[in-house]
T-cell receptor, first 112, second 113 residues
Framework: GDSVTQTEGLVTLTEGLPVMLNCTYQSTYSPFLFWYVQHLNEAPKLLLKSFTDNKRPEHQGFHATLHKSSSSFHLQKSSAQLSDSALYYCALSDWNNNAPRFGAGTKLSVKP | EAAVTQSPRSKVAVTGGKVTLSCHQTNNHDYMYWYRQDTGHGLRLIHYSYVADSTEKGDIPDGYKASRPSQENFSLILELASLSQTAVYFC????????????FGPGTRLTVL
């Protein structure tokens, strides 16, 4: 079945350094990939999602590229900010399965 | 903006008791979902529904029932609450197709003693 793997449970960075959070997936069908962000005591919210036409989605300085050859959708940002500290989830859905599955999440902690 | 509300926002229940968590959406979305959140496990799908009066099992349905009496409302029922069901529960809704984003409610913190 469909699955999403986020290998890092916790990533700690110094402000200003680049961010990369890993996401790999398994899907029988051509999937849609999402990144959700959850700040402390809040609900998860969509950060960005993959496009069907290979455009690279970007939002709030974050971007991700869907690489079908390596089944990956890593989240990147050139310079981390203190306000980026949050829990980040990678999620997957496809035309055969309309209930998105989430990875275990990666907690990003940005220090001054 | 899309709106999903949950009630109660927190609850303490006794082992063996019945618990009902409610979710209401005003988005006119067909799909609704229940997830539980646990540290180290992320968001795990319990039940979901794509039409009123019908529910589907997710990945971890054991010990939970779901009810979708209308397009707007989706409940999660724990008939016999257990300690292992202590978690934060999130409801979400989305439009019909899988490419659409999910809108989450604020969550319900359930503690079973």
């Amino acid at each position: 079945g469909d699955s999403v793997t986020q290998t890092e449970g916790l990533v700690t960075l110094t402000e200003g350094l680049p961010v990369m959070l890993n996401c790999t997936y398994q899907s029988t069908y051509s999937p849609f990939l999402f990144w959700y962000v959850q700040h402390l005591n809040e609900a998860p919210k969509l950060l960005l999602k993959s496009f069907t036409d290979n455009k690279r989605p970007e939002h709030q300085g974050f971007h991700a590229t869907l690489h079908k050859s390596s089944s990956s959708f890593h989240l990147q940002k050139s310079s981390a900010q203190l306000s980026d500290s949050a829990l980040y989830y990678c999620a997957l859905s496809d035309w055969n399965n309309n209930a998105p599955r989430f990875g275990a999440g990666t907690k990003l902690s940005v220090k001054p | 903006e899309a709106a999903v509300t949950q009630s109660p926002r927190s609850k303490v229940a006794v082992t063996g008791g019945k618990v009902t968590l409610s979710c209401h959406q005003t988005n006119n979305h067909d799909y609704m979902y229940w997830y539980r959140q646990d540290t180290g496990h992320g968001l795990r799908l319990i039940h979901y529904s794509y039409v009123a009066d019908s529910t589907e099992k997710g990945d971890i349905p054991d010990g939970y029932k779901a009810s979708r009496p209308s397009q707007e409302n989706f409940s999660l029922i724990l008939e016999l609450a257990s300690l292992s069901q202590t978690a934060v529960y999130f409801c979400a809704s989305s439009e019909t197709e899988s490419s659409y984003e999910q809108y989450f409610g604020p969550g319900t913190r359930l503690t079973v003693l």
